[in-house]
Nanobody
Framework: QLQLVESGGGLVQPGGSLTLSCAGASGFDLDYYEIGWFRQAPGKEREGVSCISSSDGRTFYADSVKGRFTISRDNTNHTVHLQMNSLKPEDTGHYYC?????????????????WGQGTQVTVSS
């Protein structure tokens, strides 16, 4: 049973923006977990994009998205958003959110216990 649900993917032109959202399913409360966003392109390994801690709101970003992507929590609605600006074709992939109590290496997929089924992001003209 999936504990997380992603939304907001789609097709966008290079330079465009998208906002992905991650919500808990069946009472799963994201507020208590570190939440990470990951992506996987065809033929490539899943890679960490960004993470936000549960305790102090610290954020982490892959070098490839720094300055373009912003991760944030909406504690009122118990969701986590990934604002993606200045999108590039190389940002294309299936984007997943994941949760863990604590991640020593926040951008490493193996650190996460709960996953959603993902949402597709395609950047193309």
């Amino acid at each position: 049973q999936l504990q997380l649900v992603e939304s907001g993917g789609g097709l966008v032109q290079p330079g465009g923006s998208l906002t992905l959202s991650c919500a808990g399913a069946s009472g799963f409360d994201l507020d208590y977990y570190e939440i990470g966003w990951f992506r996987q392109a065809p033929g490539k390994e899943r890679e960490g994009v960004s993470c936000i801690s549960s305790s102090d709101g610290r954020t982490f970003y892959a070098d490839s998205v720094k300055g373009r992507f912003t991760i944030s929590r909406d504690n009122t609605n118990h969701t986590v958003h990934l604002q993606m600006n200045s999108l590039k074709p190389e940002d294309t992939g299936h984007y997943y959110c994941a949760a863990t109590i604590v991640a020593a290496r926040p951008l490493l997929p193996d650190e996460y216990d709960y996953w959603g089924q993902g949402t597709q992001v395609t950047v193309s003209s």
